[in-house]
Antibody
């Protein structure tokens, strides 16, 4: 059974770049059957889809975040990563990495809280 | 403002049935499969229903999903206190080329 684990700083300063990595175990990011996604949830609010990457490097991003988001994949480490630039307090959220198939997110990481504050 | 519209909250007594609606448009629900997720307090969301009405292994048949036109519905029968959670619908939006979610519905089992 696939497991996903987010890692990265829990505190980021305004205007800086948020960087998170998701390590996948029990499955391969090189599988052609899945997309590897990032989703976030501000405290007390709903879910927001950030984007996904395919093992070949193809990506899709939420139009509202597209100018600031980069998702990359490292097949040698079985990891994929998120970079969100020019962060503000509005980017404070729990960030989840996930595995997506079709229109379904069938596996989720436990999530990591990232706070944007000076 | 979420692309998909859900009621903020629903409630029912233990043992009863509840339905949660999810309304969208032709660019999302109308032409794509809908999934439903359960988020228990302090935990990550978990897949409940995929492809409009399919239950993953381990999900009880008390949970069901349906879709008609640009709306989808999650049904839960035999309510238990352990079902108290936030429920989200999700799908793909072909116009946005992005995944979209509803705003979430908080279920209270009275």
């Amino acid at each position: 059974q696939v497991q996903l684990q987010e890692s990265g700083p829990g505190l980021v300063k305004p205007s800086e770049t948020l960087s998170l990595t998701c390590t996948v175990s029990g499955g391969s990011v090189s599988s052609g059957s899945y997309y590897w996604s990032w989703i976030r949830q501000p405290p007390g609010k709903g879910l927001e889809w950030i984007g996904y990457i395919y093992y070949s490097g193809g990506t899709k991003y939420n139009p509202s975040l597209k100018s600031r988001v980069t998702i990359s994949v490292d097949t040698s480490k079985n990891q994929f990563s998120l970079k969100l630039s020019s962060v503000t307090a509005a980017d404070t959220a729990v960030y989840y990495c996930a595995r997506e198939q079709g229109t379904t997110i069938n596996s989720w990481g436990q999530g990591t809280l990232v706070t944007v504050s000076s | 403002q979420s692309v998909l519209t859900q009621p903020p909250s629903v409630s029912a007594a233990p043992g009863q049935k509840v339905t949660i609606s999810c309304s969208g448009s032709s660019s999302n629900i109308g032409n794509n499969y809908v999934s439903w997720y359960q988020q228990l307090p302090g935990t990550a969301p978990k897949l409940l229903i995929s492809d409009n009405n399919k239950r993953p292994s381990g999900i009880p048949d008390r949970f069901s999903g349906s879709k008609s036109g640009t709306s989808a519905t999650l049904g839960i029968t035999g309510l238990q206190t352990g079902d108290e959670a936030d429920y989200y619908c999700g799908t793909w939006d072909s116009s946005l080329s992005a995944g979209v979610f509803g705003g979430g519905t908080k279920l209270t089992v009275l």
